[in-house]
């Protein structure tokens, strides 16, 4: 059973482009969240998608949009790259359900130049 | 709002010692808690959570947490590290509203020497 992919692995970009990152979700999973983990720091809550929506966002800026697609799987795209972009980025997937555990990618590293 | 403190950014215990984690957090309902970990350029694995139930909560590779709900701690214990413990855990709280948000703190690096 696959666990949650993500692609690329890695990215270099320059300030000011735009950057695509995917995710795909564990099987069975219909929920996928985004985090950013700046270097030293805990991740942080980008969003989360359910049946194709944004369901919940964090305190990031419009900059940061993201889509889902029928099969789960999802894109984070962020737009107008500041040198701050520069992160982990993560992907997790699992059940609509509170308390149900989230399984974490292996993340996407950012490099903004 | 509902937050997590991790008491000690980096910890360093010989092998085979106690290894303890600290995790206090803030939340005004009762909370979800987790523990994960990460390994280097790999990202989160679940060890262990708590919902309800049992405050004593067995997780992976031997490690435990108990839920205090008087001190609002979860903190993270093996009772004998090994090298290849050797990572960066995070503690994180559930955000209530009925969305699976994790709130996580900062992370503790936890280093083992023979």
């Known amino acids: 059973d696959a666990g949650v992919t993500q692609s690329p692995t890695h990215l270099i970009k320059t300030r000011g482009q735009q950057v695509t990152l995917r995710c795909s979700p564990k099987s069975g999973h219909d929920t996928v969240s985004w985090y950013q983990q700046a270097l030293g720091q805990g991740p942080q809550f980008i969003f989360q998608y359910y049946e194709e929506e944004e369901r919940q966002r964090g305190n990031f800026p419009d900059r940061f949009s993201g889509h889902q697609f029928p099969n789960y799987s999802s894109e984070l795209n962020v737009n107008a790259l500041l040198l701050g972009d520069s992160a982990l980025y993560l992907c997790?997937?699992?059940?609509?359900?509170?308390?149900?555990?989230?399984?974490f990618g292996p993340g996407t590293r950012l490099l903004v130049l | 709002a509902q937050s997590v403190t991790q008491l000690g950014s980096h910890v360093s215990v010989s092998e085979g010692a106690l290894v303890l984690l600290r995790c206090n957090y803030s939340?005004?309902?009762?909370?979800?808690l987790f523990w994960y970990v990460q390994y280097p350029n790999q990202g989160l694995q679940l060890l262990l959570k708590?919902?309800?139930?049992?405050?004593l909560v067995k997780g992976i590779n031997g490690f435990e947490a108990e839920f205090k709900k008087s001190e609002t701690s979860f903190h993270l214990t093996k009772p004998s590290a090994h090298m290849s413990d050797a990572a960066e855990y995070f503690c994180a709280v559930l955000r209530s509203g009925g969305y699976n948000k994790l709130i996580f703190g900062a992370g503790t690096r936890l280093a083992v020497h023979p």
């Open positions: 997790a997937s699992s059940l609509p359900i509170p308390q149900e555990t989230q399984y």
């Open positions: 939340s005004s309902v009762p909370p979800y």
């Open positions: 708590y919902t309800t139930g049992a405050t």
